[in-house]
């Protein structure tokens, strides 16, 4: 394969060998690709991906100087979720002289992947990538950066270098072993579409459920996996979703007693959809969320969800980069920032949870 | 005042006249502060500030070449409103080449200064900025600034450049009228910390009131202009908030009998407090949001509000961004998107609206 930089980076010399060709023709195919044959191009092409060749825009100029950029590669601009783990990271980077480049991946891996070619391009001073679901080019991509990566907002085994995080599965496991506890027998699960995370909390609703002798496969409504929502993030769990969602299950299911929604936008939807007819909640139907947004707590009756550490994963990512880029340690390569199942009246089905609530509002208000 | 260059900006040169001193202290001064007395250091920066100096980094190596980024400055990350505009933004740079830094300005037009001041050092290609709210140093900056600059999100008759949004005065004047005809009398105003695009909402809300002969001081409740609360984003209009700011309405003012809130968040918290009290939605009281935020068309009952086109901004902006660099005209200096008036069930005092909206989501099911 020739010989690597001391980074271990493949050179584009490295490309040239596995594709036949000399390192100008590489070159120019990569500058000027109309200049070549499409049958050179693809070859080309092919030899850059299966090595995980990344061109570098300012060798010229710069050597291989880094910028003052992290890169932040997040799925959703539109979410709440992201907007926290944003905040986090922007109060991270304060008094730092690094900048911040916010990329939108909108769930797509393939965009992904297109993305990071032109970010690492750029020599990033670090990057932030959510989750762990990256293609095998990205992974490879980023395994030779040369350059702190730290996934976000999820847990494996296995990271690129750091992940800070927390275990979806266990969090949907233990929230569906509250509904049980709570008394509901019944428990539905609601989602839009499932990306990897959806799915490792269905896996633990379903793992707590199938322990329990209770698991109905019937009870699950989701919007599916279409193409089309995964490409724009409109769609994406929308109260209405929620509200619908939760209408055709108490039509199909009315023995339904309890549900769990995979994010609180459903869960609010479901709150909806139960007050339109005339269904109570915690005492006919449980509702618990997932991300324990601010309303969840405000609503009536206030609503059960999983609280997760999202501006924390975003400050601590920020600030695990400042450590590496000023000579430190990478440290602990697998950070859980855990989560709390918050119980509040939505699933308290035997009115086991002291009636605060109203009292703490008063209070605040005399 | 010294030669200016061709660009309008004023030079090193100017600084140093007006600081009195040689423009190679001027240089030193900028460069490394600890070298100079504290005394000449501010007199130096009086200059720079009151001249609206902006030093080139770049300038010894790239001349006066332009990078690819155009720099985005909104208040705030955590806000729907904003993620919707950055959304519209990014979408719109797809395929362009341009690059997007997102600067997080909190709300603060001191911070936001600071951060114009590194922003248009690293010659962005363009600069897009929320709201007309600048300070007189900020406005001299991006005036000088000698690329396309575009405020959003409001609208001016005096716009930098250009300008897109839409007006929060008439379009809270719009929806206190829609309150008004549908038979309300003594109808309340919630908000959170009162920014300049809150009060000209409550403008709107004051000045139809008035008209009607119908304004009443005592129906308002706010948090108040807490510094705290200005600096710190988690507490911007929270459900909470909404829910606690309606229990107090509740209390204070019984025969409130429809409340405008400042956004969709109070509003939905303010739903849920009526929902508490047992106070009937819209028969007793009417509630009325801003922004239209899925879950208000979600709600039961659904919720009314003004839905303003976040999106669009983001997109047109970047539209303009684009033209502009590809050498096109700066067209229309203001651009008003306007706004629609979502009259839903929340608002329905007389039962005049058709009831279509359960018909939809079962036809939607079937």
């Known amino acids: 394969m020739g010989r690597r930089r001391a980074t271990g980076r493949p050179t ?38 299966e090595l995980g060749y990344v061109p570098d825009l300012n060798a010229r100029a ?30 991270g980077v304060e008094d730092s002289g690094l900048r911040i480049e916010i990329t939108n991946t909108r769930y797509n891996n393939a965009l992904e992947e297109a993305q990071l070619t032109t970010i690492l391009r ?79 909390r269905f896996d633990g609703y379903r793992c707590a459920l199938e322990e329990a002798g209770l698991y109905d496969p019937d009870l699950i409504g989701e919007v599916g996996n279409d193409e089309a929502v995964k490409t724009d993030d409109h769609l994406f769990s929308t109260a209405m979703m929620g509200h619908e969602l939760m209408l055709a299950m108490l039509e199909r299911r009315p023995d339904v007693d309890a549900i769990f929604c995979n994010n609180d936008v ?63 340690e990478i440290g602990e390569p697998i950070v859980d920032l855990g989560f709390e199942i918050m119980k509040r009246a939505s699933t308290d089905r035997r009115g086991e949870l002291p009636a605060v609530r109203d009292r703490t509002i008063l209070q605040t208000l005399s």
Chains 1, 2 share one sequence.
């Open 266 to 328: 459903l869960a609010l939807g479901a709150l909806f959809a139960c007050n339109a007819r005339g269904v109570p909640v915690p005492d006919r139907v449980g509702i618990a969320g997932f991300n324990d947004f601010d309303y969840m707590e405000a609503a009536f009756p206030a609503m059960s969800s999983v609280r997760i550490h999202r501006w924390r994963c975003g400050y601590e990512a920020m600030m695990a980069v400042r450590d590496q880029l000023n000579g430190g």
């Open 122 to 200: 750029h020599q990033p001073a670090a990057v932030i990538v959510s989750g762990t679901e990256q293609t095998a080019v990205s992974r490879a991509m980023l395994e030779r950066a040369g350059c702190p990566v730290v996934q976000i907002m999820d847990l494996t085994d296995d990271p690129i270098q750091k992940i800070i995080g927390f275990s979806h599965e266990r969090a949907g496991r233990e929230m569906t072993q509250h509904l049980i506890d709570a008394g509901y027998r019944r428990i539905g699960f609601l989602a839009g579409w499932m990306n990897l995370r959806s799915r490792q």
């Open 12 to 49: 584009i010399a490295d490309v040239a060998a596995r594709a036949g060709v000399g390192a100008i023709t590489v070159s120019r195919a990569l500058r000027q690709p109309d200049k070549v044959s499409p049958a050179l191009r693809k070859s080309i092409e092919e030899a850059v991906r």
């Open 62 to 91: 710069l050597a291989s100087r880094r910028t003052d950029v992290v890169a932040v590669l997040v799925p959703s601009l539109t979410q709440n979720i992201f907007s926290d783990v944003l905040r986090g990271i922007y109060d």
